[in-house]
């Protein structure tokens, strides 16, 4: 499925592009070098589209599939959890996910309702035995003590922003750690953080459409522009690219392991 020394985007948001929009995203990656993308849902809407997406472009897109901290109360029915799990299921579905918690901006829901989502929906991937994406802006080190308490032994926090002692917290339970074009961008603390981050740990991602990496900051983001942030992360680690390439697609596969299967 992963081929060497060809990136993987962990995280990307395709589920509103068209069909012809799609395509042709794809094939900018596949001439930037991008193999697979971890197309990634936000509600169960979103990850019936990303599943639909995933089947008409097999070779080129795997699902996460869960619904975010911001849209819990879009799914105040007894019947979500139930179609969750028939979609955790699915042959495409590579995690559960984008879940977590978020305290950093008051119109998301309280912390109090966003929590027992996130708990149930780390549950089922736990039962699953499939790996979790987690979002956890604001609340890293609580939210990785959360997956600490239930068990969850695969995770991956995505577009990390978090300071040292929470990416120290996040790598002594084993969990990885993905970086977003946030790192090119130069007043960024995790310019010098990623070095930190053990390199069998380290994952890359665009959470398109959000976060283009310079030189196109402030544009609307896209899985091809994962070159720019793969460009600086291997400046930053001081590594050629070929090798942070090989090495990132052996923690993807480990970190994603149904990505084998």
């Known amino acids: 499925m992963i081929t060497n020394r060809a990136w993987v985007d962990t995280h990307a948001h395709l589920y509103a592009l068209p069909h012809n929009v799609l395509e042709d995203t794809i094939a900018d990656c596949v001439s930037c070098g991008v193999g697979l993308i971890i197309n990634t849902s936000v509600s169960i809407d979103t990850a019936q589209i990303v599943l639909e997406q995933c089947s008409a472009f097999p070779n080129h897109l795997r699902a996460a599939v869960g619904v975010s901290p911001f849209y819990i109360n879009n799914h105040q029915n007894e019947f979500w959890v139930e179609q969750l799990k028939k979609m955790i299921d699915d042959p495409f579905t590579a995690a559960v996910g984008e879940i977590g918690l978020d305290c950093t901006n008051p119109t998301y829901p309280p912390l109090e309702e966003q929590t027992p989502f996130f708990e149930k929906q780390l549950e089922l991937a736990i039962q699953a ?133």
């Open 129 to 261: 035995k499939t790996t979790a994406i987690v979002h956890s802006r604001g609340m890293e080190k609580q939210t990785a003590k959360i997956c600490r308490s239930m068990g969850a032994s695969k995770v991956i926090f995505h577009c990390f922003t978090g300071d040292r002692e929470a990416a120290e917290y996040i790598i002594e339970n084993g969990y990885y750690i993905s970086v977003s074009g946030i790192i090119t961008y130069k007043n960024s603390h995790l310019r010098d953080l990623i070095s930190f981050i053990p390199i069998d740990k380290l994952l890359i991602e665009t959470d398109s459409p959000y976060l283009a990496p310079a030189p196109h900051r402030g544009k609307k983001n896209n899985p091809a522009m994962l070159v720019h942030t793969a460009k600086e992360a291997a400046r930053l680690l001081e590594v050629e690219e070929s090798y942070l390439a090989e090495i990132l697609t052996k923690n993807c596969t480990k970190a994603l392991d149904r990505l084998n299967s």
